[in-house]
Protein backbone atom coordinates (compact mmCIF):
# COMPACT_ATOMS: atom_id res chain seq x y z
CA UNK A 1 0.00 0.00 0.00
CA UNK A 2 1.38 3.15 -1.14
CA UNK A 3 1.94 6.24 1.25
CA UNK A 4 -0.90 8.63 -0.30
CA UNK A 5 -3.03 5.69 0.36
CA UNK A 6 -2.16 5.21 4.08
CA UNK A 7 -2.60 8.93 4.55
CA UNK A 8 -5.94 9.45 2.90
CA UNK A 9 -7.83 6.36 5.15
CA UNK A 10 -6.21 7.80 8.41
CA UNK A 11 -7.69 11.06 7.09
CA UNK A 12 -10.87 9.47 6.58
CA UNK A 13 -10.66 7.40 9.71
CA UNK A 14 -10.22 10.85 11.76
CA UNK A 15 -12.65 12.87 10.37
CA UNK A 16 -15.43 10.03 10.84
CA UNK A 17 -14.82 9.59 14.24
CA UNK A 18 -14.89 13.17 15.15
CA UNK A 19 -18.49 13.35 13.15
CA UNK A 20 -19.82 10.92 14.89
CA UNK A 21 -18.20 11.62 18.21
CA UNK A 22 -20.29 15.26 17.62
CA UNK A 23 -23.51 13.59 16.36
CA UNK A 24 -24.37 10.73 19.33
CA UNK A 25 -24.90 11.33 22.61
CA UNK A 26 -22.25 9.68 24.58
CA UNK A 27 -21.42 6.72 24.57
CA UNK A 28 -22.50 5.98 20.95
CA UNK A 29 -19.14 5.87 19.15
CA UNK A 30 -18.70 2.70 20.98
CA UNK A 31 -21.66 1.02 20.63
CA UNK A 32 -21.96 2.38 16.69
CA UNK A 33 -18.36 2.87 15.81
CA UNK A 34 -18.08 4.60 12.19
CA UNK A 35 -15.13 2.11 12.07
CA UNK A 36 -15.10 -1.59 12.53
CA UNK A 37 -12.41 -3.19 14.56
CA UNK A 38 -11.00 -4.52 10.99
CA UNK A 39 -10.10 -0.85 9.59
CA UNK A 40 -12.88 -1.41 7.07
CA UNK A 41 -14.79 2.00 6.32
CA UNK A 42 -18.44 1.29 6.97
CA UNK A 43 -21.41 3.57 5.71
CA UNK A 44 -23.54 6.13 7.93
CA UNK A 45 -26.69 4.38 9.66
CA UNK A 46 -29.79 5.95 8.82
CA UNK A 47 -31.24 4.73 12.19
CA UNK A 48 -28.04 6.34 14.45
CA UNK A 49 -26.72 9.70 12.14
CA UNK A 50 -28.00 11.97 9.53
CA UNK A 51 -26.15 12.17 6.23
CA UNK A 52 -23.54 14.88 5.11
CA UNK A 53 -26.21 16.64 2.82
CA UNK A 54 -28.33 17.25 5.85
CA UNK A 55 -25.17 18.20 8.25
CA UNK A 56 -24.83 20.80 5.59
CA UNK A 57 -27.69 22.64 6.26
CA UNK A 58 -26.21 23.46 9.99
CA UNK A 59 -22.55 24.05 9.37
CA UNK A 60 -21.45 27.40 9.62
CA UNK A 61 -23.38 28.26 12.70
CA UNK A 62 -22.73 28.15 16.57
CA UNK A 63 -26.21 28.18 18.20
CA UNK A 64 -27.36 24.99 19.08
CA UNK A 65 -30.03 23.03 16.05
CA UNK A 66 -33.00 23.39 16.64
CA UNK A 67 -35.92 20.65 16.33
CA UNK A 68 -37.69 22.69 13.49
CA UNK A 69 -34.75 21.56 11.37
CA UNK A 70 -36.23 17.81 11.27
CA UNK A 71 -38.20 18.60 8.47
CA UNK A 72 -35.18 19.67 5.98
CA UNK A 73 -33.93 15.98 6.70
CA UNK A 74 -35.09 12.76 5.00
CA UNK A 75 -37.75 11.13 6.52
CA UNK A 76 -35.52 8.10 7.88
CA UNK A 77 -33.49 9.85 9.86
CA UNK A 78 -36.18 11.77 11.91
CA UNK A 79 -36.29 9.79 14.87
CA UNK A 80 -32.38 9.44 15.31
CA UNK A 81 -32.28 13.41 15.07
CA UNK A 82 -35.19 13.63 17.33
CA UNK A 83 -33.72 11.75 20.02
CA UNK A 84 -30.89 13.11 20.11
CA UNK A 85 -31.08 16.77 19.49
CA UNK A 86 -31.58 18.88 23.06
CA UNK A 87 -34.30 21.06 21.77
CA UNK A 88 -36.51 18.47 20.57
CA UNK A 89 -36.54 17.29 24.90
CA UNK A 90 -39.64 18.15 26.34
CA UNK A 91 -39.53 20.65 29.49
CA UNK A 92 -42.89 18.73 31.30
CA UNK A 93 -45.83 16.57 30.40
CA UNK A 94 -45.86 12.92 30.39
CA UNK A 95 -46.04 12.08 26.82
CA UNK A 96 -43.43 12.78 24.57
CA UNK A 97 -45.37 13.13 21.57
CA UNK A 98 -42.94 14.30 19.01
CA UNK A 99 -40.80 11.07 19.88
CA UNK A 100 -43.63 8.87 19.79
CA UNK A 101 -44.78 10.46 16.27
CA UNK A 102 -41.74 9.87 14.60
CA UNK A 103 -40.15 6.73 16.00
CA UNK A 104 -43.21 4.98 16.89
CA UNK A 105 -44.89 5.32 13.53
CA UNK A 106 -42.76 4.59 10.40
CA UNK A 107 -42.58 7.80 8.21
CA UNK A 108 -45.14 6.48 5.86
CA UNK A 109 -47.50 6.25 8.73
CA UNK A 110 -46.80 9.59 10.09
CA UNK A 111 -50.61 10.71 9.21
CA UNK A 112 -52.15 8.14 10.72
CA UNK A 113 -50.17 9.27 13.81
CA UNK A 114 -51.42 13.18 13.12
CA UNK A 115 -54.64 12.19 12.80
CA UNK A 116 -54.45 10.01 16.59
CA UNK A 117 -53.08 13.28 17.99
CA UNK A 118 -55.89 15.15 16.66
CA UNK A 119 -58.28 13.21 18.35
CA UNK A 120 -56.28 13.15 21.52
CA UNK A 121 -56.02 17.04 20.88
CA UNK A 122 -59.94 17.44 20.63
CA UNK A 123 -60.11 14.90 24.31
CA UNK A 124 -57.60 17.31 26.11
CA UNK A 125 -59.51 20.12 24.99
CA UNK A 126 -62.84 18.32 26.30
CA UNK A 127 -60.79 17.78 29.68
CA UNK A 128 -60.17 21.02 29.98
CA UNK A 129 -63.61 22.92 28.98
CA UNK A 130 -65.46 20.50 31.13
CA UNK A 131 -63.19 20.53 34.55
CA UNK A 132 -63.41 24.51 34.10
CA UNK A 133 -67.25 24.66 33.49
CA UNK A 134 -68.50 21.70 35.81
CA UNK A 135 -66.29 21.58 38.25
CA UNK A 136 -63.41 24.41 38.76
CA UNK A 137 -66.52 27.60 38.48
CA UNK A 138 -68.90 26.30 40.61
CA UNK A 139 -66.58 25.96 43.33
CA UNK A 140 -65.13 29.15 42.63
CA UNK A 141 -68.69 30.71 42.93
CA UNK A 142 -69.38 28.83 46.20
CA UNK A 143 -66.22 30.23 47.65
CA UNK A 144 -67.34 33.92 46.44
CA UNK A 145 -70.52 33.10 48.45
CA UNK A 146 -68.52 32.00 51.49
CA UNK A 147 -66.39 34.91 51.31
CA UNK A 148 -70.09 37.11 51.28
CA UNK A 149 -68.44 39.52 48.40
CA UNK A 150 -70.73 41.36 46.39
CA UNK A 151 -72.17 40.43 42.97
CA UNK A 152 -69.44 42.97 41.27
CA UNK A 153 -66.46 41.60 43.08
CA UNK A 154 -66.87 38.09 42.73
CA UNK A 155 -67.39 38.52 38.91
CA UNK A 156 -64.48 40.05 38.30
CA UNK A 157 -62.34 38.20 40.90
CA UNK A 158 -63.28 34.54 41.55
CA UNK A 159 -65.47 34.39 38.58
CA UNK A 160 -63.48 35.82 36.41
CA UNK A 161 -61.03 33.41 36.80
CA UNK A 162 -63.16 30.80 37.00
CA UNK A 163 -64.14 31.48 33.20
CA UNK A 164 -60.84 32.31 32.13
CA UNK A 165 -59.27 28.97 33.42
CA UNK A 166 -58.44 27.82 29.99
CA UNK A 167 -56.88 30.60 28.55
CA UNK A 168 -54.84 31.35 32.05
CA UNK A 169 -53.53 27.43 32.52
CA UNK A 170 -52.86 27.49 28.74
CA UNK A 171 -50.31 30.71 29.04
CA UNK A 172 -49.02 29.57 32.17
CA UNK A 173 -47.80 26.10 30.65
CA UNK A 174 -46.66 27.85 27.34
CA UNK A 175 -44.58 30.51 29.21
CA UNK A 176 -42.79 27.81 31.24
CA UNK A 177 -40.80 26.95 28.43
CA UNK A 178 -38.72 29.76 26.60
CA UNK A 179 -39.76 27.71 23.47
CA UNK A 180 -43.21 28.05 24.15
CA UNK A 181 -43.14 31.52 25.04
CA UNK A 182 -44.68 32.64 21.82
CA UNK A 183 -47.38 29.93 21.23
CA UNK A 184 -49.12 31.88 24.54
CA UNK A 185 -48.82 35.13 22.70
CA UNK A 186 -50.50 34.15 20.11
CA UNK A 187 -53.24 31.98 22.37
CA UNK A 188 -54.07 35.22 24.00
CA UNK A 189 -53.91 37.85 21.18
CA UNK A 190 -56.04 34.79 18.93
CA UNK A 191 -58.52 34.39 21.53
CA UNK A 192 -59.39 38.10 21.71
CA UNK A 193 -59.78 38.32 18.24
CA UNK A 194 -62.12 35.40 18.16
CA UNK A 195 -63.84 36.45 21.53
CA UNK A 196 -64.44 40.46 20.55
CA UNK A 197 -65.28 39.61 16.08
CA UNK A 198 -66.77 35.95 15.79
CA UNK A 199 -68.31 35.54 19.25
CA UNK A 200 -69.56 39.10 19.76
CA UNK A 201 -70.56 39.36 16.16
CA UNK A 202 -72.43 35.76 16.55
CA UNK A 203 -74.27 37.55 19.74
CA UNK A 204 -75.31 40.17 17.42
CA UNK A 205 -76.64 37.93 14.67
CA UNK A 206 -78.71 35.67 17.24
CA UNK A 207 -80.42 39.15 18.63
CA UNK A 208 -79.58 42.50 17.99
CA UNK A 209 -79.59 44.70 21.02
CA UNK A 210 -78.49 48.27 22.06
CA UNK A 211 -75.55 48.18 23.88
CA UNK A 212 -74.69 49.12 28.19
CA UNK A 213 -72.67 52.54 27.01
CA UNK A 214 -71.14 52.47 30.31
CA UNK A 215 -69.63 49.32 30.82
CA UNK A 216 -68.87 48.32 27.10
CA UNK A 217 -66.81 52.01 27.04
CA UNK A 218 -64.84 50.69 30.21
CA UNK A 219 -63.77 47.64 29.22
CA UNK A 220 -62.93 48.21 25.55
CA UNK A 221 -60.80 51.11 27.14
CA UNK A 222 -58.92 48.67 29.81
CA UNK A 223 -58.54 45.95 27.31
CA UNK A 224 -57.11 48.63 24.37
CA UNK A 225 -54.67 49.86 27.04
CA UNK A 226 -53.75 45.74 28.35
CA UNK A 227 -52.99 45.65 24.05
CA UNK A 228 -51.14 48.40 23.50
CA UNK A 229 -48.82 47.26 27.13
CA UNK A 230 -48.65 43.75 25.37
CA UNK A 231 -47.10 45.22 22.29
CA UNK A 232 -44.50 47.27 23.94
CA UNK A 233 -43.25 43.64 25.29
CA UNK A 234 -43.03 42.35 22.32
CA UNK A 235 -41.38 45.06 20.64
CA UNK A 236 -38.48 44.94 23.12
CA UNK A 237 -38.96 41.36 23.49
CA UNK A 238 -38.81 40.88 26.97
CA UNK A 239 -41.03 41.69 30.24
CA UNK A 240 -39.15 42.18 33.53
CA UNK A 241 -40.13 41.86 37.04
CA UNK A 242 -41.77 45.73 36.97
CA UNK A 243 -43.95 45.26 34.29
CA UNK A 244 -45.18 41.59 35.50
CA UNK A 245 -46.50 43.14 38.19
CA UNK A 246 -47.71 46.41 36.20
CA UNK A 247 -50.23 44.08 34.23
CA UNK A 248 -51.28 42.27 37.84
CA UNK A 249 -51.87 46.09 39.10
CA UNK A 250 -53.99 46.80 35.71
CA UNK A 251 -56.37 44.00 36.45
CA UNK A 252 -56.71 45.73 39.98
CA UNK A 253 -57.19 49.03 38.95
CA UNK A 254 -59.49 47.79 36.78
CA UNK A 255 -61.71 45.56 39.44
CA UNK A 256 -61.50 48.82 41.17
CA UNK A 257 -63.21 50.97 38.59
CA UNK A 258 -65.91 47.95 38.08
CA UNK A 259 -67.06 48.01 42.28
CA UNK A 260 -66.93 52.12 41.82
CA UNK A 261 -68.89 52.38 39.05
CA UNK A 262 -71.31 49.31 40.62
CA UNK A 263 -71.74 51.57 44.05
CA UNK A 264 -72.25 54.48 41.73
CA UNK A 265 -74.84 53.04 40.09
CA UNK A 266 -76.60 51.25 42.32
CA UNK A 267 -77.03 54.30 44.31
CA UNK A 268 -78.46 56.86 41.20
CA UNK A 269 -80.90 53.74 40.38
CA UNK A 270 -81.47 53.58 44.61
CA UNK A 271 -81.32 49.60 44.08
CA UNK A 272 -80.02 47.42 46.89
CA UNK A 273 -76.42 45.38 46.18
CA UNK A 274 -77.10 42.69 44.41
CA UNK A 275 -76.27 39.16 45.71
CA UNK A 276 -74.15 36.39 44.30
CA UNK A 277 -77.09 33.82 42.53
CA UNK A 278 -80.17 36.19 43.18
CA UNK A 279 -79.26 38.72 40.38
CA UNK A 280 -81.93 38.85 38.11
CA UNK A 281 -82.83 42.32 38.70
CA UNK A 282 -79.12 43.46 37.59
CA UNK A 283 -79.20 41.13 34.63
CA UNK A 284 -82.40 43.29 33.30
CA UNK A 285 -80.86 46.73 34.20
CA UNK A 286 -77.22 47.18 34.85
CA UNK A 287 -75.36 44.52 32.91
CA UNK A 288 -71.91 45.13 34.81
CA UNK A 289 -70.06 42.23 35.04
CA UNK A 290 -72.01 39.05 34.51
CA UNK A 291 -69.68 35.82 34.75
CA UNK A 292 -70.31 32.85 32.59
CA UNK A 293 -70.45 30.50 36.17
CA UNK A 294 -73.25 32.90 36.93
CA UNK A 295 -74.71 32.78 33.60
CA UNK A 296 -74.86 28.71 34.07
CA UNK A 297 -76.46 28.51 37.39
CA UNK A 298 -79.05 31.25 36.77
CA UNK A 299 -80.62 30.34 33.31
CA UNK A 300 -80.08 26.67 33.11
CA UNK A 301 -82.82 24.51 34.05
CA UNK A 302 -80.78 21.94 36.84
CA UNK A 303 -77.76 20.48 37.09
CA UNK A 304 -76.53 17.66 34.94
CA UNK A 305 -75.26 15.84 37.49
CA UNK A 306 -78.38 16.18 39.60
CA UNK A 307 -79.54 12.42 41.31
CA UNK A 308 -82.64 11.54 39.26
CA UNK A 309 -83.77 10.31 42.61
CA UNK A 310 -84.75 12.86 45.69
CA UNK A 311 -82.53 12.82 48.67
CA UNK A 312 -84.76 11.28 51.28
CA UNK A 313 -83.35 9.71 54.80
CA UNK A 314 -84.22 6.56 54.33
CA UNK A 315 -81.51 6.19 51.41
CA UNK A 316 -78.96 4.06 51.80
CA UNK A 317 -74.86 4.97 51.76
CA UNK A 318 -74.54 2.42 48.82
CA UNK A 319 -76.90 3.87 46.79
CA UNK A 320 -76.31 8.06 47.25
CA UNK A 321 -72.92 6.95 46.20
CA UNK A 322 -74.01 4.86 43.20
CA UNK A 323 -76.41 7.56 42.16
CA UNK A 324 -73.72 10.21 42.65
CA UNK A 325 -71.12 8.72 40.68
CA UNK A 326 -73.86 8.23 37.07
CA UNK A 327 -73.04 11.25 34.62
CA UNK A 328 -75.86 10.81 33.13
CA UNK A 329 -79.28 12.76 33.71
CA UNK A 330 -82.04 10.18 32.39
CA UNK A 331 -84.43 13.15 32.00
CA UNK A 332 -82.47 15.11 30.31
CA UNK A 333 -81.24 12.35 28.20
CA UNK A 334 -84.80 11.23 27.15
CA UNK A 335 -84.91 14.97 25.69
CA UNK A 336 -82.78 15.71 23.91
CA UNK A 337 -81.70 14.65 20.28
CA UNK A 338 -79.01 12.23 18.91
CA UNK A 339 -76.07 14.45 18.60
CA UNK A 340 -76.16 15.22 21.86
CA UNK A 341 -76.16 12.06 22.95
CA UNK A 342 -73.25 10.90 20.96
CA UNK A 343 -70.98 13.96 22.25
CA UNK A 344 -72.34 12.75 25.84
CA UNK A 345 -71.41 9.50 25.22
CA UNK A 346 -67.53 10.48 24.61
CA UNK A 347 -67.36 12.95 27.64
CA UNK A 348 -69.04 10.34 29.65
CA UNK A 349 -65.25 8.78 30.73
CA UNK A 350 -64.01 12.44 31.17
CA UNK A 351 -66.77 12.95 33.22
CA UNK A 352 -66.71 9.88 35.40
CA UNK A 353 -63.23 10.73 36.34
CA UNK A 354 -63.95 14.19 37.24
CA UNK A 355 -67.21 13.25 39.30
CA UNK A 356 -64.66 10.45 40.91
CA UNK A 357 -62.04 13.21 41.55
CA UNK A 358 -63.51 16.76 42.83
CA UNK A 359 -65.91 17.59 45.09
CA UNK A 360 -68.13 20.68 44.00
CA UNK A 361 -70.31 22.09 46.51
CA UNK A 362 -73.15 23.97 44.39
CA UNK A 363 -75.24 26.48 46.94
CA UNK A 364 -78.42 26.31 44.45
CA UNK A 365 -79.22 21.98 44.55
CA UNK A 366 -80.51 20.32 47.84
CA UNK A 367 -78.15 19.95 51.04
CA UNK A 368 -75.50 22.48 49.08
CA UNK A 369 -74.73 19.27 46.91
CA UNK A 370 -73.57 17.18 49.84
CA UNK A 371 -73.04 13.67 49.10
CA UNK A 372 -71.51 12.48 51.70
CA UNK A 373 -69.49 8.54 50.38
CA UNK A 374 -68.77 10.39 47.17
CA UNK A 375 -67.07 13.38 49.43
CA UNK A 376 -65.24 11.17 51.40
CA UNK A 377 -64.09 8.83 48.23
CA UNK A 378 -62.87 12.07 46.36
CA UNK A 379 -60.74 13.08 49.42
CA UNK A 380 -58.78 9.65 48.42
CA UNK A 381 -59.17 9.46 45.43
CA UNK A 382 -58.90 12.99 44.26
CA UNK A 383 -55.49 13.68 46.61
CA UNK A 384 -53.99 10.41 44.91
CA UNK A 385 -54.38 11.40 41.32
CA UNK A 386 -53.37 14.93 41.80
CA UNK A 387 -49.78 13.57 43.96
CA UNK A 388 -49.49 11.63 40.25
CA UNK A 389 -50.14 14.17 38.15
CA UNK A 390 -48.30 17.29 39.58
CA UNK A 391 -45.43 18.13 37.99
CA UNK A 392 -45.35 14.34 35.59
CA UNK A 393 -45.37 12.61 38.90
CA UNK A 394 -41.89 13.90 40.28
CA UNK A 395 -42.74 14.59 43.89
CA UNK A 396 -45.17 11.86 43.98
CA UNK A 397 -42.77 9.09 43.08
CA UNK A 398 -39.89 10.60 45.34
CA UNK A 399 -39.03 8.74 48.44
CA UNK A 400 -39.28 9.87 52.11
CA UNK A 401 -35.88 8.88 54.02
CA UNK A 402 -35.36 6.48 50.85
CA UNK A 403 -38.38 4.17 51.68
CA UNK A 404 -41.98 5.64 51.56
CA UNK A 405 -43.08 6.69 48.52
CA UNK A 406 -44.77 10.04 48.66
CA UNK A 407 -48.15 8.85 46.87
CA UNK A 408 -48.51 6.02 49.52
CA UNK A 409 -47.97 8.56 52.27
CA UNK A 410 -50.84 10.42 51.18
CA UNK A 411 -52.95 8.09 50.36
CA UNK A 412 -52.82 6.62 54.09
CA UNK A 413 -53.57 9.81 55.92
CA UNK A 414 -56.25 10.84 53.15
CA UNK A 415 -57.90 7.44 54.07
CA UNK A 416 -57.52 7.95 57.52
CA UNK A 417 -58.85 11.96 57.10
CA UNK A 418 -61.81 10.40 55.23
CA UNK A 419 -63.04 7.43 57.38
CA UNK A 420 -62.92 10.54 60.56
CA UNK A 421 -65.09 12.41 58.23
CA UNK A 422 -67.20 9.80 57.08
CA UNK A 423 -68.14 8.73 60.87
CA UNK A 424 -68.74 12.12 62.39
CA UNK A 425 -71.08 13.09 59.52
CA UNK A 426 -74.42 12.71 57.99
CA UNK A 427 -76.21 11.64 54.58
CA UNK A 428 -78.64 13.86 55.34
CA UNK A 429 -77.12 17.46 56.06
CA UNK A 430 -74.10 18.56 55.15
CA UNK A 431 -71.45 19.49 58.04
CA UNK A 432 -70.26 22.88 58.95
CA UNK A 433 -66.81 22.65 57.34
CA UNK A 434 -68.77 21.81 54.61
CA UNK A 435 -67.61 24.50 52.52
CA UNK A 436 -64.07 23.70 53.07
CA UNK A 437 -64.68 20.82 50.21
CA UNK A 438 -65.65 23.63 47.80
CA UNK A 439 -61.31 25.18 48.43
CA UNK A 440 -60.82 21.81 47.80
CA UNK A 441 -62.48 21.16 44.64
CA UNK A 442 -60.88 24.33 43.62
CA UNK A 443 -57.06 22.98 44.07
CA UNK A 444 -57.97 20.02 42.79
CA UNK A 445 -59.25 21.55 39.63
CA UNK A 446 -56.15 24.15 39.76
CA UNK A 447 -53.46 20.56 39.16
CA UNK A 448 -55.68 18.57 36.76
CA UNK A 449 -56.27 21.71 34.45
CA UNK A 450 -52.95 22.74 34.69
CA UNK A 451 -51.60 19.39 33.84
CA UNK A 452 -53.57 18.80 30.51
CA UNK A 453 -52.94 22.15 29.67
CA UNK A 454 -49.15 21.05 29.63
CA UNK A 455 -50.09 18.27 27.53
CA UNK A 456 -52.19 20.60 25.25
CA UNK A 457 -48.95 22.71 25.24
CA UNK A 458 -46.71 19.84 24.16
CA UNK A 459 -49.09 18.69 21.76
CA UNK A 460 -49.19 22.08 19.64
CA UNK A 461 -45.66 22.45 19.75
CA UNK A 462 -45.38 18.93 18.11
CA UNK A 463 -47.53 19.81 15.46
CA UNK A 464 -45.68 22.85 14.87
CA UNK A 465 -42.31 21.13 14.22
CA UNK A 466 -44.25 18.08 12.24
CA UNK A 467 -45.83 20.95 9.89
CA UNK A 468 -42.89 23.93 10.25
CA UNK A 469 -45.91 25.92 11.74
CA UNK A 470 -44.67 29.00 13.92
CA UNK A 471 -45.94 28.67 17.72
CA UNK A 472 -47.86 32.19 17.11
CA UNK A 473 -49.61 30.74 14.43
CA UNK A 474 -50.57 27.51 16.26
CA UNK A 475 -51.31 30.09 19.48
CA UNK A 476 -54.20 32.14 17.19
CA UNK A 477 -55.64 29.17 16.08
CA UNK A 478 -55.63 25.44 17.67
CA UNK A 479 -55.19 27.16 21.27
CA UNK A 480 -57.56 29.81 20.72
CA UNK A 481 -59.85 28.04 18.93
CA UNK A 482 -60.03 25.55 22.01
CA UNK A 483 -59.99 27.51 24.58
CA UNK A 484 -62.78 29.83 22.82
CA UNK A 485 -65.80 27.42 21.24
CA UNK A 486 -67.15 27.20 24.96
CA UNK A 487 -67.70 30.99 24.68
CA UNK A 488 -68.93 31.18 21.28
CA UNK A 489 -71.90 28.95 22.41
CA UNK A 490 -72.86 29.52 25.50
CA UNK A 491 -73.08 33.72 24.85
CA UNK A 492 -75.08 32.58 21.62
CA UNK A 493 -77.44 30.53 23.55
CA UNK A 494 -77.37 32.92 26.24
CA UNK A 495 -78.28 36.02 23.80
CA UNK A 496 -81.28 33.60 22.08
CA UNK A 497 -82.62 33.04 25.51
CA UNK A 498 -83.11 37.03 26.09
CA UNK A 499 -80.18 38.34 27.32
CA UNK A 500 -77.28 39.93 24.45
CA UNK A 501 -76.20 42.52 26.64
CA UNK A 502 -75.11 40.16 29.25
CA UNK A 503 -73.33 38.00 26.17
CA UNK A 504 -71.39 41.12 25.20
CA UNK A 505 -70.65 41.96 28.57
CA UNK A 506 -68.85 38.69 29.30
CA UNK A 507 -67.26 38.83 25.85
CA UNK A 508 -65.46 42.02 26.93
CA UNK A 509 -65.01 41.60 30.19
CA UNK A 510 -63.41 38.01 30.54
CA UNK A 511 -60.67 38.63 28.10
CA UNK A 512 -59.29 41.69 30.13
CA UNK A 513 -58.46 39.23 32.94
CA UNK A 514 -57.25 36.56 30.00
CA UNK A 515 -54.83 39.23 28.64
CA UNK A 516 -53.14 40.73 31.91
CA UNK A 517 -53.58 37.59 34.18
CA UNK A 518 -52.31 35.70 30.90
CA UNK A 519 -48.89 37.63 30.61
CA UNK A 520 -48.57 39.22 33.97
CA UNK A 521 -49.07 35.96 36.67
CA UNK A 522 -47.19 33.37 33.86
CA UNK A 523 -44.09 35.73 33.71
CA UNK A 524 -44.16 36.33 37.23
CA UNK A 525 -44.13 33.00 37.84
CA UNK A 526 -40.85 32.07 35.40
CA UNK A 527 -39.27 35.42 36.79
CA UNK A 528 -37.24 33.15 39.98
CA UNK A 529 -35.98 31.01 37.10
CA UNK A 530 -34.94 33.40 34.60
CA UNK A 531 -33.01 36.27 36.89
CA UNK A 532 -36.40 38.61 37.16
CA UNK A 533 -36.05 39.00 33.58
CA UNK A 534 -38.35 37.08 30.45
CA UNK A 535 -37.09 36.70 27.07
CA UNK A 536 -40.26 36.53 24.40
CA UNK A 537 -38.97 35.36 21.05
CA UNK A 538 -41.17 37.23 17.91
CA UNK A 539 -42.20 35.79 15.36
CA UNK A 540 -41.54 38.68 13.12
CA UNK A 541 -43.93 40.20 10.78
CA UNK A 542 -46.83 37.30 12.06
CA UNK A 543 -46.62 39.11 15.52
CA UNK A 544 -46.81 42.67 14.43
CA UNK A 545 -50.21 41.50 12.05
CA UNK A 546 -51.92 39.63 15.41
CA UNK A 547 -51.15 42.66 17.48
CA UNK A 548 -52.37 45.22 14.98
CA UNK A 549 -55.74 43.11 13.77
CA UNK A 550 -56.53 43.13 17.32
CA UNK A 551 -56.04 46.66 18.00
CA UNK A 552 -57.78 47.76 14.99
CA UNK A 553 -60.99 45.67 16.00
CA UNK A 554 -61.49 47.26 18.87
CA UNK A 555 -60.45 50.35 17.62
CA UNK A 556 -63.45 50.05 15.06
CA UNK A 557 -65.88 48.87 18.26
CA UNK A 558 -65.49 51.82 20.09
CA UNK A 559 -65.78 53.98 17.59
CA UNK A 560 -68.18 52.10 15.01
CA UNK A 561 -70.71 51.49 17.60
CA UNK A 562 -71.27 54.85 19.70
CA UNK A 563 -72.01 56.24 16.13
CA UNK A 564 -74.65 53.52 15.61
CA UNK A 565 -75.96 54.81 19.15
CA UNK A 566 -74.80 52.33 20.74
CA UNK A 567 -77.21 49.59 18.73
CA UNK A 568 -75.58 46.22 18.14
CA UNK A 569 -76.80 45.30 14.72
CA UNK A 570 -77.13 42.05 12.26
CA UNK A 571 -74.98 44.27 9.76
CA UNK A 572 -72.27 44.67 12.47
CA UNK A 573 -72.31 41.38 13.83
CA UNK A 574 -71.76 40.16 9.74
CA UNK A 575 -68.64 42.75 9.86
CA UNK A 576 -67.09 41.19 12.72
CA UNK A 577 -67.40 37.60 11.48
CA UNK A 578 -66.09 38.87 7.98
CA UNK A 579 -63.06 40.79 9.51
CA UNK A 580 -61.79 37.85 11.32
CA UNK A 581 -61.48 35.71 8.04
CA UNK A 582 -60.09 38.37 6.20
CA UNK A 583 -57.24 38.54 9.49
CA UNK A 584 -57.13 34.54 9.46
CA UNK A 585 -56.17 34.42 5.94
CA UNK A 586 -53.72 36.96 6.20
CA UNK A 587 -52.14 35.86 9.23
CA UNK A 588 -51.62 32.49 7.10
CA UNK A 589 -50.39 34.20 4.30
CA UNK A 590 -47.68 35.85 6.40
CA UNK A 591 -46.89 32.28 7.74
CA UNK A 592 -46.18 30.88 4.14
CA UNK A 593 -44.24 33.98 3.44
CA UNK A 594 -46.38 34.79 0.91
CA UNK A 595 -46.83 38.45 2.72
CA UNK A 596 -43.42 39.55 3.43
CA UNK A 597 -41.44 42.40 4.13
Given amino acids: MKARDVAV ?50 EGTSRPMECRNVVHMNGSQWCSFVKTTEDCKIGSGFIDYLQGAVCGFCHNLLPLAIVLYAVWLFYLFMFLGITAEKFFCPNLAAIATSLKLSHNVAGVTFLALGNGAPDLFSAIAAFSDTRTASLAIGALFGAG ?15 PF ?13 YMAAVFWAFLVLYFGSINLAQALGYLALYAVYVLVVIVSSVIYQKGKNQPRA ?73 LPIEFLLLLCIPVVDFDQ ?18 LVCILVFK ?28 VIFFFTKNEEPPK ?32 IIFNLSNTVLGLT ?62 GLLDWVLVGSLGFSLVMSFILIPLQGFKFTRLYGIILVSYYVIFVIIALLTEAEIIHI
Fill in 433 to 464: FHCVFAFIGFFFSIILINSVAIEIVNLLRSFG
Fill in 392 to 419: SGYYGLLLIRGQYPVWAVVLVITLVLAA
Fill in 9 to 58: ICCLLWLGTAECNSLEPTGAAESHPLVNVAGIIEPYSSENTFNASSQSLF
Fill in 366 to 383: DNQNWKRPLNCLQIVTGS
Fill in 210 to 222: TVASRPFLRDVTF
Fill in 193 to 207: IFVTTVVAGGVGLAR
Fill in 275 to 347: SLYNNHSEINGNDDEIPTCIRRTTLEDTSEYQSLIETEESRSTKSILLDSLNPIDFQKWRRKHLPWKIFKCLK
Fill in 478 to 539: LLAWGNSIGDLFSDITVARQGYPRMAIAACFGGIIFNMLFGIGLSALIQMPYNDNILEIKCD
